[in-house]
């Protein structure tokens, strides 16, 4: 996969990533990125995380500080930028004073120059050259452990940064991809949107999230239907269910 091949992770001794949940409040910043919509998205398939947009064009002493106000209650930060605002003496103050006192994650599309810029930055970087909206998304997977990451840098950076630096991850949660990636033709999957919408129609359910997982890969998921038949609250993949009287078909899934 060419986003896994442009893609290396640095930083990792500590084995930071994958990032696990439920050890404080998660926000990211996002620093002039094209894709941090895609990328936001599939964080929060993962973990609740907070977004914050920041303009690294105009950098100031009051967006510096506007900034600092909007992480203040966060544990940790994942930065999402281009190579462009890490050329920026006041951003590279920002990120290497702040690195002792958040959980720092940096993600960075642009050429590999840049990590010289990054001698300081102790904390978990995550680089390509690739800028797009599936590398967003790729990336976003590697930070929680649901997609593989094993490249290496191929020629030497800086001191910090010499050839053949970057870690491995091994993946730990669900990887979200295409059908076509596990042998199955997409279009065998379009009969589920007409099973499930002639379910609400008839008022066997008010609402339903249809998931489908192969390999460890999530192939299918979508959302139909709300939470109840007046139809005023729409249905969230992110919703939480009861599960009651299961055990027949469970059982005979399992």
Do not use: W
Not at 58 to 73: F, G, H, P, T
Not at 102 to 117: A, D, F, P
Not at 171 to 187: A, D, H, S
């Amino acid at each position: 996969e060419k986003s896994a091949a442009a893609s290396v992770l640095l930083n990792n001794s500590r084995g930071i990533l994958p990032l696990k949940t439920g050890k404080g409040r998660i926000v990211c910043v996002n620093i002039d990125s094209d894709y941090s919509a895609q990328f936001n998205s599939m964080l929060n398939r993962y973990a609740q995380v907070s977004s914050v947009e920041f303009t690294g064009k105009s950098v100031s002493v009051k967006s510096m500080k506007d900034l600092y106000k909007k992480i203040r209650n966060f544990k940790t930060v994942i930065i999402l930028t281009t190579d462009k605002p890490l050329a920026d003496p006041a951003m590279l103050k920002f990120i290497n004073n702040n690195q002792k006192k958040y959980q720092l994650i940096l993600c960075v599309t642009g050429g590999r120059s840049v990590l010289k810029n990054l001698d300081k930055f102790t904390q978990p970087v995550i680089i390509s050259d690739i800028n797009s909206e599936i590398q967003a998304v790729y990336t976003a997977q590697v930070i929680f452990g649901g997609a593989a990451i094993s490249s290496k840098l191929e020629t030497a950076v800086s001191e910090s940064y010499p050839a053949g630096a970057g870690y491995s991850i091994t993946p730990v949660r669900l990887k979200y991809t295409v059908p076509e990636e596990t042998g199955i033709n997409i279009e065998d999957l379009s009969p589920i949107d007409e099973i499930v919408k002639d379910a609400i129609a008839v008022k066997a359910t008010p609402g339903a999230v249809v998931m489908i997982v192969k390999d460890g890969k999530v192939i299918f998921e979508k959302t139909y239907g709300s939470h109840t038949y007046d139809g005023k609250i729409p249905v969230k993949s992110t919703d939480i269910y009861d599960l009651a009287s299961i055990t027949k078909s469970a059982a005979t899934t399992i």
